[in-house]
C-alpha cells in the first residue's frame, strides 16, 4: 500500500510569511506525529495526535507553530510568522495501534529567507 | 533534546568490511528503535529490540542491548555502497507508555561504504 506522504517536498519563503504543511499518514494508522530535523537541534519531536484525544503539543517550539488533524486522517502543520531559525526539514510519521514501528514520510524541506 | 547519543559520528569503509555504530541513552526504556536516513530525508525503519532482549538479527543487521550500560550497537555486515546513509537510535517509542510512542533521537552516525 501507498507510505506516508508530504506536500510540498520544498518550500521556500520569506520571513514573516506562514506556511502549511500537509501530511497523509498510511490508511488505518491511528497515530500521527510531527519532527523537526534540523543542522544544529537534530530530530526533534514536535506533536503528536491519536485518534480522538487532545493532541500532545509539548514539542512545539513556540506559539507560532499550529497543528490540526482533520478527520483522524490529513494532518497540516502550519507555522505563522516563519523565522529564519524555522528553516528545516519536517517529517511526519505514522503509526498502527498496537505497534511501536513509525512509517516517515519523505520530508518537507522549508527553508525561510 | 537528544536523549541518546552515538558515535562515532562518522564512519567511512569499503565494501565488504564490517560497520559497528554505538547509541546511549539516559532513561530507561521499553524499546529502542535503530532507523536509517537517506539523503536527508525519510527514515526508514530498520530494527527494534526490546527492554528484555539482548540481542536481535535481521538479515545483515545485528543489534544489541544493555540496559545496565544504557548502550545499543548496531552491527552492518559485509556492508555495500547502497549502506551508505546516516543511521540513528531512537528510543521512547513505547505506545502503550506516557510518551505515547514519540521518539527520541541520536545524533546519528553518518556512514560512507566505498565500493
Known amino acids: 500500500g501507498a507510505g506516508v506522504s508530504q506536500s510540498p517536498s520544498n518550500k521556500v519563503t520569506e520571513k514573516g510569511k506562514d506556511v502549511e504543511l500537509r501530511c497523509d499518514p498510511i490508511s488505518g494508522h491511528t497515530a500521527l506525529y510531527w519532527y523537526r530535523q534540523s543542522l544544529g537541534q537534530g530530530l526533534e519531536f514536535l506533536i503528536y495526535f491519536q485518534g480522538n484525544s487532545a493532541p500532545d503539543k509539548s514539542g512545539l517550539p513556540s506559539d507560532r507553530f499550529s497543528a490540526e488533524r482533520t478527520g483522524g486522517s490529513v494532518s497540516t502543520l502550519t507555522i505563522q510568522r516563519t523565522q529564519q531559525e524555522d528553516s528545516a526539514v519536517y517529517l511526519c510519521?505514522?503509526?498502527?495501534?498496537?505497534?511501536?514501528?513509525?512509517?516517515f514520510g519523505p520530508g518537507t524541506r522549508l527553508t525561510v529567507l | 533534546s537528544q536523549q541518546g547519543e552515538e558515535d562515532p559520528q562518522a564512519l567511512s569503509i569499503q565494501e565488504g568490511e564490517n560497520a559497528t555504530m554505538n547509541c546511549s541513552y539516559k532513561t530507561s526504556i521499553n524499546n529502542l528503535q535503530w532507523y536509517r536516513q537517506n539523503s536527508g530525508r525519510g527514515l526508514v525503519h530498520l530494527i527494534l529490540?526490546?527492554?528484555?532482549?539482548r540481542e536481535k538479527h535481521s538479515g545483515r543487521l545485528r543489534v544489541t542491548l544493555d540496559t545496565s550500560k544504557k548502550s545499543s550497537s548496531l552491527l552492518i555486515t559485509a556492508s555495500r555502497a547502497a549502506d551508505t546513509a546516516s543511521y540513528f537510535c531512537a528510543t521512547g517509542g513505547n505506545a502503550g507508555g506516557t510518551s505515547y510512542g514519540k521518539l527520541t533521537f541520536g545524533q546519528g552516525t553518518i556512514l560512507t561504504v566505498h565500493p
Open positions: 529490540i526490546r527492554s528484555n532482549e
Open positions: 510519521a505514522s503509526r498502527r495501534t498496537g505497534n511501536n514501528e513509525q512509517f
